[in-house]
């Protein structure tokens, strides 16, 4: 245990103890008085829409030991009431998290994996967190808690653990660098890039320099890439003297490639060579993207000295988080494969892959809209649309305000009864009651903030999980 003294944290944010013990240990810390545990440390965030400063009281009613908070007057009446806490004022909470986060993080002599790309981070978090479990006791990434908040919280949750795997999200240049400065990792991971954000960042190499963000510090890092995506292979071949870099791929040349591929509807298998033997290994989702997400963990497990029957079964025994290609079985003999935590073109196109490989089904796409694309909304829907064609999918309804552009696109080749347009989303659960026959696979697929996963969350309590 590498726990923090109240000292320690004055020390390293310039704070200003109000009240309490230098020499009181913290243990845990908090954001949310909602979920607050008896000892915790509660930090004031400032957010957009919320002040977190103004609920301290709250947190110490709640259990909190000590309050880390900015721009809050606390008389002396107050500070008597609270005499057996801890009080800290600093001049930024959120920089006090980072300072407090980084501080905690170079306690630790443990391997640190940083995992970011414009998809596929957090299942490949997952499966590569599962095969390095089989090792260490292993932190990683809860959910989707990878920005300048849920990082530095993920390492403050450090304890005995002798390995973190650690996603990296971002919109922005310079947000990457800054998780970067936080978590100090020894192994990088960048899954791919896309077009995801590319209305903020404007095109696909500015994307790539966003990501190249994880790279900065020591050029001893162990870099993983996948060798497949064109921007990394030429990024790569340009550097490859540079930095020390392992790739993975189905199609270039790489360090680590599959053979024997077969693709399921919910799972799929190939042979790998792990530290020079051969491996059959069965991926429990189906999907290529998992596949190229498994030789990802496999390299990992390799750099980690990791013994080849514990890589497969850490591939092979992995949970997905949810919300991600959740593929549930309804009492009428319905599919729904929910996949609608985010959504970019490149995404889409792997689920809509995935939803083809259910070759005795009718396959029904329910699609919206992808965000953050700025001027390249229309484009990028469209191509969407040629996707849904290009798979063979069955029926699709779209939803939202740019989605107009993918039906507009699937309907020139699949015909005006195969392709529904809906202003509202509303509208949704009333088609697919009219629509869904025995046996049809339906995949929800959109931006988070089109809250697609209610839908299908609605469709499946209507017709019931299968037992």
Known sequence: MKDLSIKNILGVTNGKLLVGKEDYIVKSYSKDTRTIKNGDCYIGIKGENFDGNLFWEQ?????????????????????????DKNIIKVENTLEALYSIARYKRNLYDIPVIAITG?????????????????????????????????????????????AAVLEMGMNHFGEISLLNSIANPNICIITNIGTSHIGNLGSRENILKAKLEILEGSKKRAVIINNDNDLLHKWYEENKKNYNIKTYGLIEKSDIMPKDIVLGEQNSKFSCDISGNEERITVPV??????????????VGEILGIEQDKIKEGIEKFELTKKRMDIIELQNGVKIVSDAYNA???????????????KDNRKIAVLGDMFELGDFAKELHEKVGKEVVKNNIDILIACGENSKYMAEEARNSMGEDRVYYLENKEDIEKLLKKIVNKGDVILFKASNGMKFYKIAERMVELWKRKN
């Not at 998809?119 to 932190?139: C, E, F, P, Q, R």
């Open 344 to 358: 970019s073109l490149e995404s889409i196109r792997a689920s809509l892959k995935v939803l083809s490989e259910f």
């Open 118 to 162: 414009s998809v596929g981070k957090t299942s490949t978090k997952d499966i590569v967190a599962n095969v390095v479990a089989k090792k260490y006791k292993t932190l990683k990434t809860e959910g989707n808690n990878n920005n300048n908040i849920g990082l530095p919280f993920t390492i403050l949750r450090m304890q005995d653990e002798e």
């Open 59 to 83: 947190a110490l009613e709640n259990g909190a030991s000590t309050v880390i908070v900015q721009n809050v007057d606390i008389d002396s009446g107050k500070m008597k009431k609270w005499a």
């Open 286 to 299: 189906g999907g290529e993207h998992f596949i190229l997400n498994s030789l990802c963990a496999i390299t």
